[in-house]
Every structure is written in structure tokens, then in C-alpha cells.
């Protein structure tokens, strides 16, 4: 079955200088993939005729659906209605139906109707309304040489309900696409050159309608393996197979399957075992306990934290010894493990985690540098700590350190199952 490919074209100045951020376009493109379309490019344009028509002309040699939201206001930087009617040779008409829905959104919201939103009603005569219930502007669409145009407000949503109420449905019913299946595998603790290294064989031997992706994020990558078949069930069964493959291949790894969070995973295991943890934070201020927390039910595992900024609050509420501060210094080894051995036993939890370090941009010297930071764990059985090399960005290094000690509890959790 032949691919059906979509690009998305937005359009709107304020878009381009930033003043908004074009949400709708993920949006459209995660709907259509669930219908068997793909996204082929997304296209950002500004109020200016000559630049729009462009675009359409660009979109319909590489897509057989253009989607256009933006620019169907009633002010005169709205531009969109009226290069489509010049696109289409065609000229504006006032239809009925449009004018019926934007009288009565009027009336419900105790305005009476202005002239300029009585313009929005008036269409391009080749086009099918669609209609917006939520909204003054009509969307449009146009079919013309086998390709689908359909123009919807920039509002999103507005552009969502025509979406989900019409234009989607009538996608899937005007072209045949196959189906398009998205299996998420979050890895993290090893750099993506490293992974794709490990992968390369099996990635190589992956059969021609699956495709492999590598997406990076702060602390780790997110493997995306993409199916495309007409038959659902069965490519449900293969990507599910070359999952099972990958696992073996990265076991230590893989941390969730879907759009799961490392927090949320981590939480997920705890709540299984039953564990408690608490957190002694330093250099992070506060952020390890934001990441654990902001995970609905966290409650179950997440006892408290103490952000034993200053040594003083090192000493007095943690009780790490003076001497210990005064010989290694609070970014040290010993300093870390005695704040995560002490936080344990004062909230009484079976884990305790802990941060120490140079978050930056000041404050590091030759021996210990910007960056340099020491995290720990201690339970029951030990404790033990390690060091972090980051870099001089203040806001990364918390970042990274946070992801970087919920790594350390996943992996010695996983490490006593396996003793």
C-alpha cells in the first residue's frame, strides 16, 4: 500500500519571532501518524502572500496532504483565505452555514456581530467549509490533482476539534494508509555513539519496513523503532520480537518502554518493592526532590529531603562531623556518604541519596573544578558514592546530577535482584 505523506504548513509572523510556540504542528503530526500518515515536513511562514504560496507550491510536489493552520483572522494580517481563493482561481462566496456559526457564537457570548467577523463566512467557492464550533473562522478544504489542502485556525483549540471532529475522519476515509506503529524504548547511562555501536548489528538485520530512531535528551536517549504494514497484528507481533532482541542488547540500559520519565520508572520499582528513599541535596537545591515528587502517588516511597545548602545545615540537621568537612571538604567522597548514611536514619528509609558539588558558574579551583560533583547512595547493605565531571553550565550540571544519582538507585536496585 502506498505511503500517504502529510506536511504541515504554519503561518504567522509571531511564530517566527518567537512570541509563540508552534505546538499545534507535534500535535497534528502524532494525530496523523495514528491514522497511517506520515509527516514529511513542517513548514513555518510568514504573513506575506508570495511567502505562502511558495510554501503550497513546495508542500504539494513532496506531500499529497497539506495541512495549513494560521492566518484566518479577521484583521487585515490575515492573509491565508484569500491567497488560497487566488491559489485556487477561484473567488469568495458567503456560505450560509458559516455565517449561521458565527452568528450564534456571537450571540452566546452577548456581542452583537461585527462586519469584520461577518467576512470570516465568506469562503472560496471550490472549497468545503468546515465548520468550527468553537470559533469565528471556518476551515477549509480543497482538493485539486489528487492532493488535500485544508486550511484551520491557528488557535489550537479550535484546530484541534476540527481535527478530531472532521478533518481526521475524512482523511482516513479519502486516502488508504497503512497502518504505522511507534514502539518507545528509553535508555539511559550510555552516550548515543556508544549505543549505536552496540546496535549496529542488529539494527543492520532490521527488516525493511521497520526503521530504527535514535533520540537524545539530557541524561540519556530514547529509541524509537517505527513499523509500517497493512497488516496491524502482525507487525504488532514483529516490533514486539525485535523489541525482545533489543533488551537482551542493552539490558542494564533500558530503563521503561513508552513515554515514561526516569522518575516515574524509578518510583514504579520502588512502589513494587516496597521501598522507601530520601534525599540529602547540596548542589541540587531541592531539584532531586522536585523530580521524585512531581510524580502522581510519589508519596508511597518519597519520605523528604533535607537541602543542606550551607555546612552549617550539613552539620547541625545531617550530623556530618566537622572533621570530615574540615579534612576532605563538602565536595568531597566522605562528605556525600554521610549525608545519604545520615539522611537515611534521621527520616528512617531504607535509601538514602545524596548531592554534593560545583554547580557553577564560580566557585571551583584547580583541584576541584566547576562541575565536579559527588553523588551517593546508602542502604541497608552499604553505601557508596561516585564522582561527576559536568560542565560549567549551572542549570545542566543540577540536571544532570539529579538524573545521574535516580540512575544510581535504579542501578543498585537492580544489582541486589541480580545478587
Same mark, same amino acid.
Given at each position: 500500500?502506498?505511503?500517504?505523506?502529510?506536511?504541515?504548513?504554519?503561518?504567522?509572523?509571531?511564530?517566527?519571532?518567537?512570541?509563540?510556540?508552534?505546538?499545534?504542528?507535534?500535535?497534528?503530526?502524532?494525530?496523523?501518524?495514528?491514522?497511517?500518515?506520515?509527516?514529511?515536513?513542517?513548514?513555518?511562514?510568514?504573513?506575506?502572500?508570495?511567502?505562502?504560496?511558495?510554501?503550497?507550491?513546495?508542500?504539494?510536489?513532496?506531500?499529497?496532504?497539506?495541512?495549513?493552520?494560521?492566518?484566518?483572522?479577521?484583521?487585515?494580517?490575515?492573509?491565508?483565505?484569500?491567497?488560497?481563493?487566488?491559489?485556487?482561481?477561484?473567488?469568495?462566496?458567503?456560505?450560509?452555514?458559516?455565517?449561521?456559526?458565527?452568528?450564534?457564537?456571537?450571540?452566546?457570548?452577548?456581542?452583537?456581530?461585527? /462586519? *469584520?467577523?461577518?467576512?470570516?463566512?465568506? $469562503?472560496? %467557492?471550490?472549497?468545503?467549509?468546515?465548520?468550527?464550533?468553537? !470559533?469565528?473562522? @471556518?476551515?477549509?478544504?480543497?482538493?485539486?490533482?489528487?492532493?488535500?489542502?485544508?486550511?484551520?485556525?491557528?488557535?489550537?483549540?479550535?484546530?484541534?476539534?476540527?481535527?478530531?471532529?472532521?478533518?481526521?475522519?475524512?482523511?482516513?476515509?479519502?486516502?488508504?494508509?497503512?497502518?504505522?506503529?511507534?514502539?518507545?524504548?528509553?535508555?539511559?547511562?550510555?552516550?548515543?555513539?556508544?549505543?549505536?555501536?552496540?546496535?549496529?548489528?542488529?539494527?543492520?538485520?532490521?527488516?525493511?519496513?521497520?526503521?530504527?530512531?535514535?533520540?537524545?535528551?539530557?541524561?540519556?536517549?530514547?529509541?524509537?523503532?517505527?513499523?509500517?504494514?497493512?497488516?496491524?497484528?502482525?507487525?504488532?507481533? /514483529? *516490533?514486539?520480537?525485535?523489541?525482545?532482541? $533489543?533488551? %537482551?542488547?542493552?539490558?542494564?540500559?533500558?530503563?521503561?518502554? !513508552?513515554?515514561? @520519565?526516569?522518575?516515574?520508572?524509578?518510583?514504579?520499582?520502588?512502589?513494587?518493592?516496597?521501598?522507601?528513599?530520601?534525599?540529602?541535596?547540596?548542589?541540587?537545591?531541592?531539584?532531586?526532590?522536585?523530580?521524585?515528587?512531581?510524580?502522581?502517588?510519589?508519596?508511597?516511597?518519597?519520605?523528604?529531603?533535607?537541602?543542606?545548602?550551607?555546612?552549617?545545615?550539613?552539620?547541625?540537621?545531617?550530623?556530618?562531623?566537622?572533621?570530615?568537612?574540615?579534612?576532605?571538604?563538602?565536595?568531597?567522597?566522605?562528605?556525600?556518604?554521610?549525608?545519604?548514611?545520615?539522611?537515611?536514619?534521621?527520616?528512617?528509609?531504607?535509601?538514602?541519596?545524596?548531592?554534593?558539588?560545583?554547580?557553577?558558574?564560580?566557585?571551583?579551583?584547580?583541584?576541584?573544578?566547576?562541575?565536579?560533583?559527588?553523588?551517593?547512595?546508602?542502604?541497608?547493605?552499604?553505601?557508596?558514592?561516585?564522582?561527576?565531571?559536568?560542565?560549567?553550565?549551572?542549570?545542566?550540571?543540577?540536571?544532570?546530577?539529579?538524573?545521574?544519582?535516580?540512575?544510581?538507585?535504579?542501578?543498585?536496585?537492580?544489582?541486589?535482584?541480580?545478587?
Amino acid at each position: 500500500m502506498k505511503t500517504v505523506y502529510a506536511e504541515i504548513i504554519t503561518v504567522g509572523d509571531e511564530i517566527l519571532y518567537g512570541q509563540i510556540v508552534d505546538t499545534n504542528s507535534a500535535w497534528m503530526g502524532t494525530e496523523l501518524t495514528k491514522i497511517g500518515i506520515r509527516v514529511k515536513q513542517i513548514t513555518s511562514v510568514s504573513d506575506e502572500a508570495s511567502h505562502i504560496v511558495e510554501a503550497l507550491d513546495n508542500a504539494r510536489s513532496r506531500a499529497d496532504i497539506i495541512l495549513i493552520t494560521g492566518g484566518l483572522g479577521p484583521t487585515k494580517d490575515d492573509l491565508t483565505k484569500n491567497v488560497l481563493a487566488d491559489y485556487f482561481h477561484t473567488e469568495l462566496e458567503l456560505d450560509e452555514q458559516s455565517l449561521a456559526d458565527v452568528t450564534e457564537l456571537f450571540k452566546i457570548r452577548g456581542y452583537a456581530l461585527t /462586519e *469584520l467577523n461577518r467576512q470570516q463566512a465568506f $469562503l472560496p %467557492a471550490s472549497c468545503t467549509p468546515v465548520r468550527n464550533v468553537l !470559533g469565528t473562522a @471556518p476551515g477549509m478544504w480543497f482538493e485539486d490533482e489528487g492532493k488535500v489542502f485544508v486550511s484551520m485556525p491557528g488557535v489550537p483549540f479550535e484546530m484541534k476539534r476540527m481535527m478530531e471532529d472532521t478533518v481526521l475522519p475524512q482523511l482516513k476515509a479519502y486516502f488508504k494508509t497503512p497502518h504505522i506503529i511507534h514502539r518507545v524504548i528509553q535508555t539511559v547511562g550510555i552516550p548515543e555513539s556508544m549505543l549505536a555501536e552496540k546496535l549496529e548489528d542488529w539494527e543492520t538485520n532490521l527488516p525493511q519496513h521497520i526503521r530504527l530512531a535514535y533520540l537524545p535528551h539530557l541524561g540519556g536517549v530514547r529509541l524509537r523503532l517505527t513499523g509500517t504494514s497493512d497488516h496491524a497484528e502482525q507487525l504488532e507481533k /514483529e *516490533l514486539d520480537a525485535e523489541v525482545s532482541k $533489543l533488551a %537482551a542488547l542493552i539490558p542494564k540500559h533500558i530503563f521503561a518502554y !513508552g513515554e515514561v @520519565p526516569l522518575e516515574e520508572a524509578l518510583g514504579k520499582l520502588l512502589k513494587e518493592r516496597g521501598l522507601t528513599i530520601s534525599a540529602a541535596e547540596s548542589c541540587t537545591g531541592g531539584f532531586l526532590a522536585h523530580r521524585m515528587t512531581s510524580v502522581p502517588g510519589s508519596s508511597a516511597y518519597f519520605v523528604g529531603g533535607v537541602v543542606a545548602y550551607d555546612n552549617s545545615v550539613k552539620m547541625q540537621v545531617l550530623g556530618v562531623k566537622p572533621e570530615t568537612l574540615q579534612q576532605h571538604g563538602a565536595v568531597s567522597e566522605a562528605t556525600v556518604l554521610e549525608m545519604a548514611q545520615n539522611v537515611r536514619q534521621k527520616l528512617n528509609t531504607d535509601i538514602g541519596v545524596a548531592t554534593s558539588g560545583i554547580a557553577g558558574p564560580d566557585g571551583g579551583t584547580a583541584e576541584k573544578p566547576v562541575g565536579t560533583i559527588w553523588i551517593a547512595y546508602a542502604d541497608q547493605h552499604g553505601s557508596k558514592a561516585k564522582l561527576l565531571q559536568f560542565n560549567k553550565n549551572r542549570q545542566l550540571n543540577i540536571e544532570y546530577t539529579a538524573l545521574a544519582v535516580l540512575n544510581l538507585v535504579r542501578q543498585s536496585l537492580n544489582i541486589a535482584v541480580e545478587e
